[in-house]
C-alpha cells in the first residue's frame, strides 16, 4: 500500500512544451502538495540545470523546443536515477518503443485529468523508493559477503557463475567481469572437475553427493584446495530456486603446511632410526671388543 504522507513536498521537475498545458500541471500538483521545482520547455535547458537540482521525478513530455526531444534527455540523464512519467499526445509503436528503452516509470496519454496525474506520480514514487531500499539492501549484503573470510559462489543448475563474492575472485585472481557468467568448469582444477560439476547436478535434483574438497586453478596456473562447507543451501527468487550456494575457505597454505609438517617428521624417524642404528652399531663393537679382551684373559 502507498503511503500518501510520504508524497507531500515531493521535488516535481515539469518539461512541457506548451505553457498553459505546463502551467495547468504546476496548479493541480500545488493542490495535491506537491513541490514544482521549476518549468522547462527544452531537452537542452534540462542537461544544463540537472546537475544543481534534487529532484524526485520528472514529466517529461515527449516533443519538446529545441534540437532533442523527452526521449533522448531521459537518455542523457539517466545516471541522476531520477523517475521520469513520460507525457505524451503520441501513442504509435515507434515512439512507445523509444521511450520504453529509458526505462520510465509512467506514461500519461494527452489529455489526462487529476485523478490520473495522481496516481501516475504516486505508483512512480513508490516505485523507486522500493528499488533504492531494495539497492541499499544488496548493497549491505554484498558488502558483508565481500567482508568475510569464506569464498562465496552462487552457481545456476548448467554451473554458470552467478555471483561471486571477494574472497572466491582473490582465490582464483580474477575480477568479477571475468568470473560472473562464466562455467564454474573453467576454474576447476582437471581432477576436480567431473566430481565438482556432478555434484551440482545431484544437489539440484535433490540427491546429496558428500564433496568435501575442490581444487580451483587460478589465473597464474597455481592450484588451490577449496575445503566446502556441507549442506545444500539454495537461492530463490519469487519463489522458484534460481540457484545453488557455494561456500568455504581456501585451505592451501593450511595443507601445504601440514604436507611440511608430515615431511620433517618422516625426515627426523629416518634421524632417529639412524642415531639409534648407530648406537646399536656401537654396543655391538662395544661387546666384540670385551669378548676379544676377555679370550686374551
Same mark, same amino acid.
Given at each position: $500500500? ?5 508524497? /507531500?513536498?515531493?521535488?516535481? &521537475? ?45 514529466? $517529461? ?8 526531444? %523527452? ?38 496519454? +494527452? ?20 528499488? +533504492? ?10 558488502? &558483508? ?13 548448467? %554451473? ?9 575472485? #582473490? ?5 568479477? %567481469?571475468? $568470473?560472473?557468467?562464466? *562455467? ?36 597464474? =596456473? ?5 575445503? &566446502?562447507? *556441507? %549442506?545444500?543451501?539454495?537461492? /530463490?527468487?519469487?519463489? +522458484?530456486?534460481? =540457484? ?10 593450511? /595443507?601445504?603446511?601440514? @604436507?611440511?609438517?608430515? #615431511? ?5 624417524? @629416518? ?27
Amino acid at each position: $500500500m502507498i503511503n500518501t504522507k510520504n508524497i /507531500k513536498g515531493q521535488r516535481i &521537475l515539469i518539461v512541457e512544451d506548451e505553457a498553459i498545458v505546463a502551467n495547468d500541471i504546476k496548479n493541480t500538483l500545488e493542490k495535491l502538495n506537491y513541490s514544482v521545482d521549476g518549468i522547462l520547455d527544452t531537452g537542452e535547458d534540462v542537461l544544463n540545470i540537472i546537475k544543481e537540482k534534487k529532484l524526485d521525478l520528472i514529466l $517529461m513530455d515527449v516533443k519538446l523546443k529545441g534540437k532533442i526531444d %523527452g526521449i533522448e534527455t531521459a537518455k542523457r540523464i539517466k545516471e541522476f536515477n531520477i523517475p521520469i512519467i513520460y507525457l505524451t499526445a503520441y501513442s504509435d509503436k515507434k515512439t512507445i518503443e523509444r521511450a520504453k528503452e529509458t526505462m520510465p516509470y509512467g506514461f500519461l496519454l +494527452k489529455p489526462f485529468d487529476n485523478q490520473e496525474l495522481n496516481s501516475v506520480i504516486q505508483m512512480a514514487i513508490y516505485k523507486h523508493e522500493a528499488e +533504492k531500499r531494495l539497492k541499499e539492501s544488496e548493497e549491505k549484503y554484498r558488502y &558483508l559477503l565481500d567482508h568475510i573470510e569464506e569464498f562465496v559462489l552462487i552457481v545456476d543448475q548448467s %554451473g554458470k557463475i552467478l555471483f561471486a563474492n571477494k574472497s572466491a575472485l #582473490q582465490v582464483v585472481g580474477r575480477t568479477e %567481469g571475468e $568470473m560472473v557468467g562464466k *562455467p564454474i568448469s573453467d576454474f576447476l582444477s582437471k581432477e576436480s572437475l567431473l566430481l565438482a560439476i556432478e555434484a551440482i547436478k545431484s544437489e539440484f535434483a535433490g540427491k546429496t553427493i558428500d564433496l568435501e574438497e575442490v581444487e580451483v586453478v587460478n589465473k597464474s =596456473g597455481e592450484i588451490r584446495n577449496l575445503k &566446502l562447507d *556441507p %549442506g545444500s543451501k539454495f537461492v /530463490k527468487e519469487e519463489g +522458484k530456486i534460481i =540457484g545453488m550456494l557455494i561456500s568455504g575457505l581456501d585451505i592451501t597454505e593450511q /595443507k601445504k603446511i601440514n @604436507k611440511e609438517i608430515e #615431511q620433517q617428521n618422516i625426515a627426523l624417524e @629416518k634421524a632417529n632410526k639412524l642415531m639409534v642404528g648407530r648406537e646399536l652399531k656401537m654396543i655391538e663393537l662395544k661387546n666384540k671388543i670385551k669378548e676379544l679382551e676377555n679370550k686374551l684373559k
